[in-house]
């Protein structure tokens, strides 16, 4: 049998897994320290460390190593917004800003250790203050500005943020969206006004109405505060806490995931070589949104940790049009875009057209996760708007494991595409699939993804929940200490690893385990669909059977004769074992604003249940346009 596998990546994995800290001592070698490190790893079950001894500081390895080796003229960041408004940043330029804004939140008594959190959209002057808030030692804490007052009272409780700063509103399909007023009602909540002693509002809007009366301070007022205070980075301790971010949202209670200045820099640096094949010359754009993880490494802190130029844009993907995203491509000149699978599904709504009035010839790679690229998704864009000229790639990762941990190491030697796998696991990476038990689960069999060791990207922590972190991660398997990651998945006979869906959304019909992620992608390969989310529900025969909710393409509308095509392709690709109990047509699918489908959602309409909270869902109507369409399937059913 032919090993797809290069030489090269199994010696780089056989490497990582014979000896570890020597694999991970070499990584680490590649970025500047302030101090080196007397051990690479130490583990305290279920924490650990990483690099004990050692003395670093994300923002000088980011910015100032940069600018004291010849690089200060280099562009650094591109910051974008939907109204065409341009705003480049050298590393020289970045680092001034990040110098500014790191005196005056000294200025206002911000410490080592102290939280700050921040309520900002994704533009120049929050990446700087992230990057000003690593420099002095303080963690940052983003909160996805759109969330709502009771998500954004919820984390600023938790963490223990005595700074909040907010905008007073965000740009989104062409209008001023307030934040001001979600501030206001997120400070009245209980708890979250206690914690906080002081507000910076940074006002780009009209109104002069106070959001925190007696604490607010202007932007401006803030970095005047600043005069003839410190500028400089401190040197911290390898595994000092750099910055406190919540998982997205699926869940139904966030848990607030604590990423570190040394290993959370050496896994997000050595990923986005090996992964991303990221090189000083780049420019590099990924489409998220601070808010999350994936803006957190690869918006701030890899690309200019590599030392290429990060793109940053504030808006929407589909304003003023569809071609918003291939304009930005030309405008800049980008070599690589990062996307994820919902923005791939919503520029395939709309057709080619739109590509083909730029000219996309400087891009030679793209990369998609944050749930499973669906084979139908991959195949349109791969073919249809790249011509096949350069790979689309997919890989996975969580908000705890800080950058990717399944991937198709390009930086290395890109390896076959298989569409529907997410890659094999990275370099560093020992993953395997046991079954909820603790057995082991032979190759093409469904069980769930763990990892066996930590890796530098790998939260060591969740902020004031030393219980909850051993049992969420470490402990939940009895018997075994394994890294949880809570996916069901299966690895092929050429080390693929294939993600089906989370491991408590399989759905078991008449004993077969079907993964919500093959069922959808079998829903998408019908020419009118756009997106699909499937839950399971309860069925007297089988268990269980598949609930559907299906979003079309623009051009087509519902019928029953839709729905019978629809199933039927269902029925082609899967075979009978899917068995679809009802297929709901609906206009939006009940996502957090990062892009995955709740659907524990769709699971809570099935079965007449409340939902739940939904702060971090994309759009309300969501749930209720679910609910409207199941209440018409299952009248229609009773009636017939």
Same mark, same amino acid.
């Not at 099935?606 to 346009?625: A, F, K, Q, R, Y």
């Given at each position: 049998?032919?090993?797809?596998?290069?030489?090269?990546?199994?010696?780089?994995?056989?490497?990582?897994?014979?000896?570890?800290?020597?694999?991970?001592?070499?990584?680490?070698?590649?970025?500047?320290?302030?101090?080196?490190?007397?051990?690479? *790893? !130490?583990?305290?079950?279920?924490?650990?460390?990483?690099?004990?001894?050692?003395?670093?500081?994300?923002?000088?390895?980011?910015?100032?190593?940069?600018?004291?080796?010849?690089?200060?003229?280099?562009?650094?960041?591109?910051?974008?917004?939907?109204?065409?408004?341009?705003?480049?940043?050298?590393?020289?330029?970045?680092?001034?800003?990040?110098?500014?804004?790191?005196?005056?939140?000294?200025?206002?008594?911000?410490?080592?250790?102290?939280?700050?959190?921040?309520?900002?959209?994704?533009?120049?002057?929050?990446?700087?203050?992230?990057?000003?808030?690593?420099?002095?030692?303080?963690?940052?804490?983003?909160?996805?500005?759109?969330?709502?007052?009771?998500?954004?009272?919820?984390?600023? /409780?938790?963490?223990?943020?005595?700074?909040?700063?907010?905008?007073? @509103?965000?740009?989104?399909?062409?209008?001023?969206?307030?934040?001001?007023?979600?501030?206001?009602?997120?400070?009245?909540?209980?708890?979250?006004?206690?914690?906080?002693?002081?507000?910076?509002?940074?006002?780009?809007?009209?109104?002069?109405?106070?959001?925190?009366?007696?604490?607010?301070?202007?932007?401006?007022?803030?970095?005047?505060?600043?005069?003839?205070?410190?500028?400089?980075?401190?040197?911290? !301790?390898?595994?000092?806490?750099?910055?406190?971010?919540?998982?997205?949202?699926?869940?139904?209670?966030? /848990?607030?995931?604590?990423?570190?200045?040394?290993?959370?820099?050496?896994?997000?640096?050595?990923?986005?070589?090996?992964?991303?094949?990221? /090189?000083?010359?780049?420019?590099?754009?990924?489409?998220?949104?601070?808010?999350?993880?994936?803006?957190?490494?690869?918006?701030?802190?890899?690309?200019?940790?590599?030392?290429?130029?990060? @793109?940053? *844009?504030?808006?929407?993907?589909?304003?003023?049009?569809?071609?918003?995203?291939?304009?930005?491509?030309?405008?800049?000149?980008?070599?690589?875009?990062?996307?994820?699978?919902?923005?791939?599904?919503?520029?395939?709504?709309?057709?080619?057209?739109?590509?083909?009035?730029?000219?996309?010839?400087?891009?030679?790679?793209?990369?998609?996760?944050?749930?499973?690229?669906?084979?139908?998704?991959?195949?349109?864009?791969?073919?249809?708007?790249?011509?096949?000229?350069?790979?689309?790639?997919?890989?996975?990762?969580?908000?705890?494991?800080?950058?990717?941990?399944?991937?198709?190491?390009?930086?290395?030697?890109?390896?076959?595409?298989?569409?529907?796998?997410?890659?094999?696991?990275?370099?560093?990476?020992?993953?395997?699939?046991?079954?909820?038990?603790? !057995?082991?689960?032979?190759?093409?069999?469904?069980?769930? *993804?763990?990892?066996?060791?930590?890796?530098?990207?790998?939260?060591?922590?969740?902020?004031?929940?030393?219980?909850?972190?051993?049992?969420?991660?470490?402990?939940? @398997?009895?018997?075994?200490?394994?890294?949880?990651?809570?996916?069901?998945?299966?690895?092929?006979?050429?080390?693929?690893?294939?993600?089906?869906?989370?491991?408590?959304? @399989?759905?078991?019909?008449?004993?077969?385990?079907?993964?919500?992620?093959?069922?959808?992608?079998?829903?998408?390969?019908?020419?009118?669909?756009?997106?699909?989310?499937?839950?399971?529900?309860?069925?007297?025969?089988?268990?269980?059977?598949?609930?559907? *909710?299906?979003?079309?393409?623009?051009?087509?509308?519902?019928?029953?004769?839709?729905?019978?095509?629809?199933?039927?392709?269902?029925?082609?690709?899967?075979?009978?074992?899917?068995?679809?109990?009802?297929?709901?047509?609906?206009?939006?699918?009940?996502?957090?604003?990062?892009?995955?489908?709740?659907?524990?959602?769709?699971?809570?309409?099935?079965?007449?249940?409340?939902?739940?909270?939904?702060?971090?869902?994309?759009?309300?109507?969501?749930?209720?346009?679910?609910?409207?369409?199941?209440?018409?399937?299952?009248?229609?059913?009773?009636?017939?």
């Amino acid at each position: 049998m032919v090993d797809l596998v290069s030489p090269i990546v199994r010696r780089w994995q056989e490497d990582a897994r014979n000896d570890p800290d020597a694999f991970w001592d070499r990584a680490a070698s590649e970025l500047p320290w302030l101090r080196k490190w007397d051990t690479v *790893f !130490e583990a305290d079950p279920p924490s650990f460390k990483w690099f004990l001894g050692a003395q670093t500081n994300l923002s000088y390895q980011a910015l100032d190593h940069h600018v004291a080796h010849g690089r200060g003229g280099h562009a650094a960041l591109i910051a974008l917004e939907e109204s065409g408004a341009r705003r480049v940043y050298t590393y020289a330029q970045l680092l001034y800003e990040v110098e500014r804004i790191a005196a005056a939140l000294r200025g206002i008594g911000v410490q080592q250790g102290d939280r700050v959190a921040v309520y900002m959209p994704t533009n120049a002057e929050a990446i700087a203050l992230m990057l000003a808030c690593a420099r002095i030692g303080a963690l940052h804490m983003v909160v996805f500005a759109g969330f709502g007052a009771g998500a954004l009272a919820e984390r600023v /409780k938790l963490s223990g943020a005595k700074v909040l700063f907010a905008s007073d @509103i965000t740009y989104r399909r062409g209008r001023n969206v307030p934040l001001d007023g979600i501030v206001r009602d997120a400070l009245d909540a209980e708890g979250a006004g206690a914690v906080v002693e002081r507000v910076i509002v940074h006002r780009r809007g009209d109104g002069d109405v106070p959001i925190a009366p007696g604490k607010e301070m202007s932007w401006e007022a803030f970095l005047e505060g600043g005069a003839g205070q410190d500028r400089g980075y401190v040197a911290l !301790e390898s595994n000092t806490p750099a910055y406190i971010l919540a998982t997205s949202g699926t869940t139904a209670r966030p /848990k607030l995931a604590v990423h570190t200045h040394g290993p959370y820099a050496v896994h997000i640096a050595s990923m986005a070589k090996w992964m991303f094949g990221l /090189k000083p010359e780049d420019v590099w754009w990924a489409t998220s949104d601070i808010g999350w993880v994936v803006g957190h490494s690869y918006i701030v802190y890899a690309p200019l940790l590599v030392g290429c130029t990060t @793109i940053s *844009f504030e808006g929407s993907l589909d304003f003023p049009d569809e071609g918003t995203l291939y304009r930005i491509v030309e405008e800049n000149r980008i070599s690589s875009v990062f996307t994820s699978p919902t923005a791939i599904r919503l520029l395939m709504r709309v057709g080619p057209e739109p590509a083909e009035r730029y000219d996309l010839s400087s891009i030679d790679r793209v990369f998609s996760a944050g749930e499973v690229l669906n084979p139908p998704a991959w195949e349109w864009f791969q073919r249809e708007i790249f011509h096949d000229r350069v790979p689309v790639i997919d890989h996975m990762w969580q908000t705890e494991t800080g950058g990717p941990m399944i991937g198709n190491p390009y930086g290395l030697g890109m390896l076959p595409i298989k569409p529907g796998s997410s890659g094999v696991p990275l370099p560093g990476v020992q993953g395997r699939i046991l079954t909820p038990e603790g !057995e082991p689960v032979p190759n093409g069999e469904k069980g769930i *993804f763990v990892v066996d060791r930590p890796f530098p990207g790998l939260i060591a922590q969740l902020w004031g929940e030393p219980e909850r972190y051993g049992n969420d991660y470490w402990n939940k @398997i009895p018997g075994k200490q394994v890294y949880f990651t809570g996916d069901a998945a299966m690895i092929d006979d050429d080390g693929y690893v294939w993600f089906s869906g989370r491991a408590d959304e @399989i759905i078991k019909i008449a004993a077969h385990r079907l993964g919500t992620i093959e069922v959808e992608s079998a829903i998408l390969r019908h020419p009118a669909v756009a997106e699909a989310g499937v839950t399971g529900r309860p069925d007297e025969l089988r268990g269980e059977v598949i609930s559907a *909710f299906v979003v079309l393409k623009r051009g087509f509308e519902a019928s029953d004769a839709l729905r019978a095509e629809v199933l039927q392709t269902v029925r082609n690709e899967m075979g009978p074992i899917a068995v679809i109990g009802e297929l709901n047509f609906v206009h939006l699918l009940p996502k957090t604003r990062s892009g995955k489908i709740m659907r524990r959602v769709l699971k809570a309409v099935t079965l007449n249940l409340d939902p739940g909270d939904i702060s971090t869902i994309e759009d309300e109507g969501s749930v209720e346009d679910a609910r409207d369409a199941w209440q018409q399937m299952r009248e229609s059913i009773t009636k017939s």
